[in-house]
């Protein structure tokens, strides 16, 4: 009879499966030591490591791992993928990049290298910067180590996973499309190759493509989760089909579901109910939504408003300051090529459609809600909080930031005068915009404050915005919001700042587009306000307004759900902050007039 092997590993395996890992990890320590060729002792000991208390240790012993093996080998694999978590949980990628770069450079045709490469640079970008597009190096570089991976790879179908994100974080939706059309094609029951074209499509504002392949899904799979039926309801509810409500409330009822899972079915069926005028339901819906999302991405509100106050204090004590520090020089002011224009103010306010209307002048880029000059201040003044940024700033910052900025606009491209960056959070870093470039044309656009919070809270963001979460939370997030902005206008001393509502806009177009026109020094182009004829895509939750003529449609919107705001009541009446930033506009309306 032949003997039974003993499973050295076997108390390190029940301590790991107890959720000991400091010991399994003290036990995989010495098994290391008597058993060193044991590759995969070393590995179970590292995410002993890494899941207990000596994280930094699993790393090491991941490297050193990572360091002698081959792809050929059969623990590469697991070891690369552990290394990826761990350098990813650390959020320090560069010894891991050492190590595959020197990999790469000994094997520059190795696919497995190529894709490993390609993927800490993609993920070194996003935990550092954001999922923001900006131009990028590391991006480039990745795009152009994975595609040229040849056919034959085993992983191959991994690697045009990854490209595809990498594409839509670039905004290369073109070739995103292509490239799933050849894999779908390739392989047709891939249920999550088809859920991320609907979305593609969806995100492109392809609104037939992106229903026919939502309704197709469901037609295919019992199991096809709650974003097909999200894409459906707000881009035509009408379209929806039978039995859709029935599945998506085992989803929003269900104890098993993932969070993100809940939340998608959750505004499904608030929008529903809001297409059939059941307004009461709708938020009722919409709030359970929120405590899902909340639930695994809760906000430190007291650290949010604090940092705005902050943020205020710096902008006036800079206003105040007489004595010149950390002015222009007038070399970097010469700098030719594209200048900046920044259109700032809360998600759902108006910053798209303000945008849309720059971008049909010829001599304006609309390059969306670029991260590259948040990316340029973190590389130049450090991480941190933005308060944190901009004690920091002194002088030379100042200069180096500008440079690289004005840089990296005129890659966006270099034969026009103006690219814009519509990043709404932007309006945190206005006083570091103003710093960087005191000539620089800042656009603040706004709505009635009831009509931004309720957008804000029905609005079923990529990333939520977990301030929105709470109704209470969301009306202090505003008031701060528009303190902030008080604070902004009082002491534009340079008037660079425009006031934008978006109620004038939509009643007045013409006219508030020339005033902002002029005020970012272009002159009036009619074909402006016929943005919609364009085909650029606008990756923002207003996708399909965007497309359309401007209308009033939005307008007042917000007062269906008047008798269920509850916090955000209070929200229209000590809103004076508005009236005040409007008069400024009206007076700099009233000079221009005066000049001609």
């Known amino acids: 009879m032949a003997q039974v ?75 690369a993928q552990n290394l990826l978590q761990f350098s990813e949980r650390a959020g320090d990628f560069k010894p891991t990049i050492d190590i595959i770069e020197q990999k790469h450079l000994n094997a520059p045709k190795e696919p497995a290298y190529r894709e490993i490469l390609a993927d800490l640079l993609f993920r070194q970008e996003i935990i550092r910067f954001g999922s923001g597009r900006s131009v990028s190096a590391n991006i480039d570089r990745a795009i152009g180590l994975l595609e040229g991976i040849a056919p034959g790879y085993p992983r191959l179908l991994e690697v045009h996973r990854l490209l595809l994100r990498v594409y839509m974080h670039c905004e290369m939706i073109q070739k995103a499309l292509d490239l799933l059309d050849k894999l779908i094609a390739d392989a047709p029951g891939d249920k999550g190759l088809r859920i991320f074209q609907a979305s593609v499509l969806a995100l492109s504002g392809m609104v037939d493509r992106a229903i026919t392949a939502c309704i197709r899904l469901i037609d295919d799979y019992d199991d096809v989760g709650a974003q097909p039926y999200l894409h459906i309801a707000f881009l035509r509810p009408e379209a929806m089909p039978v039995g859709a409500a029935d599945t998506l409330s085992k989803i929003a009822f269900s104890d098993d579901a993932p969070a993100r899972e809940i939340y998608q079915a959750c505004f499904a069926l608030a929008r529903m109910a809001e297409a059939e005028n059941n307004m009461e339901t709708a938020f009722d819906w919409y709030r359970r939504g929120h405590e899902a999302n909340r639930q695994v ?72 809600e670029i991260a590259d000059f948040s990316k340029i201040v973190v590389d130049i003044t450090g991480t941190g909080k933005i308060s944190e940024q901009m004690e920091r700033l ?203």
């Open 5 to 79: 092997q003993k499973d050295i590993a076997a108390e390190m395996k029940k301590a790991m499966s107890a959720g000991q890992f400091d010991k399994a990890a003290s036990i995989g320590a010495k098994l290391v030591c008597t058993h060193p060729k044991r590759t995969e002792i070393h590995i179970m000991t590292a995410v002993a490591e890494m899941r207990g208390s000596d994280f930094a240790r699993g790393g090491q012993r991941l490297r050193r791992l990572f360091r002698n093996l081959e792809p050929g080998d059969r623990y590469f694999g697991p070891v």
């Open 297 to 368: 991405s809760p906000i430190d509100m007291p650290m949010e408003l604090a940092e705005m106050e902050r943020i205020g204090e710096l902008v006036k004590a800079e206003a105040k300051r007489e004595d010149g520090k950390g002015a222009i020089s007038a070399d970097i002011m010469a700098k030719t090529g594209p200048k900046p224009i920044f259109i700032v103010g809360l998600p759902r306010s108006g910053t798209t459609l303000s945008e849309r209307i720059l971008g049909a002048h010829p001599d304006v880029f609309a390059a969306g």
């Open 394 to 596: 002194d002088g030379k910052m100042i200069g180096e930031i500008r440079k690289r900025y004005l840089a990296a606009l005129s890659a966006y491209d270099p034969n026009v005068k103006f690219v814009t960056n519509k990043t709404p959070a932007n309006f945190l870093r206005v006083g570091l915009i103003r710093r960087v470039f005191p000539d620089a044309p800042i656009l603040h656009t706004h709505r009635h404050p009831l009509a931004t919070c309720l957008s804000l809270y029905t609005t079923p963001f990529a990333i939520p915005m977990r301030y929105a979460d709470d109704l209470g939370d969301l009306a202090d997030y505003y008031r701060a919001y528009e303190k902030l902005m008080s604070v902004l206008f009082e002491t534009d001393r340079n008037g660079t700042l425009f006031d934008l509502p978006y109620e004038d806009l939509v009643s007045e177009p013409e006219q508030m587009a020339r005033d902002y026109l002029a005020h970012c020094g272009l002159d009036w182009r009619p074909e402006c306000l016929e943005f919609y004829r364009e085909e650029k895509a606008a990756r923002t939750a207003s996708m399909i307004q965007v497309r359309r003529p401007i209308n009033r449609d939005a307008v007042g919107k917000w007062q269906r759900f008047a008798p269920y705001i509850g916090p955000l009541v209070d929200l229209a009446v000590d809103d004076k902050s508005v009236e005040k930033k409007s008069e400024g506009k009206r007076l700099w309306r009233d000079r221009q007039s005066c000049s001609g």
